[in-house]
């Protein structure tokens, strides 16, 4: 566990350095400040606009964020050769690769409580008091996140910086879209090998959709105990074998 | 607005493609209320726990191949 901490400050301190972090944090800061700019619309719909807009570029910051940090970590390391003294140590390749995500997702969770404490300020000024849906949108969301961090990671293992971002991106855009489009896809499908295919790729991606929980944030709806909890375990359970997956990758690979 | 005025936006907005773009009713709700996200991430936790089984599974039978081999 000591092993997994010490990569994952190290990583924290390397990503917290690099410039995609500042400049993507001061980029969605900037959105969220931008958006009490739409005074044009009535008090009632400008605050649930306000919400909608600054929910989405949290998730969107967060997501690019792991895909930009997640995507450059081990390949960097490996290109820079630092991972040599590293993996000489008594520490396994598996810790290295759990460190390394670690580090990745508490810098993306700071940039996302950076987004959140300017996010939840607005509300304030606008409604006078803290929304208590913020705080259970966030933590959904910063699921979601390690989501993409992990694939992002485990794709890194073997791929360069620049295919890791594009997967990832890809992944993380069809997983958002999953059950309302690509699953019409199974249906429409004619022959059996492309119908199994869909199928493959379909089951493979994650459902990012479920860890959305901006419309009850924006309407104020109650979402049932039991569907949260099984969202949660059905995120650990994905982020615990892409990074298995990842591992596994990682331990045959040469450097 | 007047009452034709809105008759006519009515009309309109009824006419317009959006209602045939949608996929369903259901798809129009939130996803909590779906079922088919509460079926899709159940089938997908089955099947990294009947993935994760087998390549477990994999594992202790060739250890126990490579084992036998080293005693025989």
């Not at chain 1, 993507?24 to 009535?42: D, N, R």
């Not at chain 1, 910051?61 to 081990?74: C, E, M, R, S």
Request: aromatic share 8%.
């Amino acid at each position: 566990m000591s092993g997994i901490w010490i990569i994952a400050k190290m990583s924290l301190l390397e990503n917290s350095r690099k410039q995609v972090f500042h400049v993507l944090c001061l980029l969605m800061l900037a959105v969220i400040g931008s958006s009490t700019l739409l005074s044009i619309f009535t008090e009632g719909v400008q605050i649930k606009i306000l919400k909608d807009l600054c929910m989405t570029c949290i998730l969107f910051g967060g997501a690019a964020l792991a895909i930009a940090l997640g995507a450059t970590g081990i390949p960097n390391d490996v290109e820079s050769r630092t991972i040599h003294p590293l993996i000489a140590r008594p520490l396994t390749r598996t810790q290295y690769l759990m460190g390394k995500f670690v580090g990745t997702f508490i810098t993306v969770a700071m940039g996302v409580a950076a987004m959140t404490v300017a996010f939840a300020a607005l509300i304030y000024i606008y409604e006078h008091r803290l929304d208590t849906f913020l705080g259970m949108a966030v933590l959904f969301t910063l699921l979601e996140v390690a989501i993409v961090a992990a694939i992002a990671t485990t794709i890194s293992t073997f791929a360069s910086p620049a295919v890791t971002a594009v997967v990832t991106f890809m992944a993380y855009i069809a997983g958002t879209i999953k059950i309302g489009y690509i699953g019409g896809l199974i249906d429409k499908s004619q022959t059996g090998v492309s119908k199994g295919l869909y199928a493959l790729i379909y089951h493979a991606l994650p459902n990012l959709e479920c860890f959305n929980l901006k419309s009850s944030l924006v309407h104020h709806d109650a979402i049932p105990a039991a569907y949260l909890a099984q969202v949660a375990i059905y995120g650990f359970c994905y982020i615990a074998f892409v990074l298995v997956v990842g591992a596994s990758c990682f331990a045959s690979r040469e450097v | 607005m007047g009452k034709s005025a809105r008759a006519v936006a009515g009309a309109i907005l009824l006419a317009l493609p959006c209602r045939a773009w949608a996929h369903g009713a259901e798809e129009l709700g939130h996803h909590w209320d779906v079922p088919a996200y509460r079926a899709e991430m159940l089938t997908q936790v089955v099947m990294m726990a009947g993935v994760s089984a087998l390549v477990l599974g994999g594992m202790l039978v060739r250890n126990a191949l490579r084992r036998r081999k080293e005693r025989g």
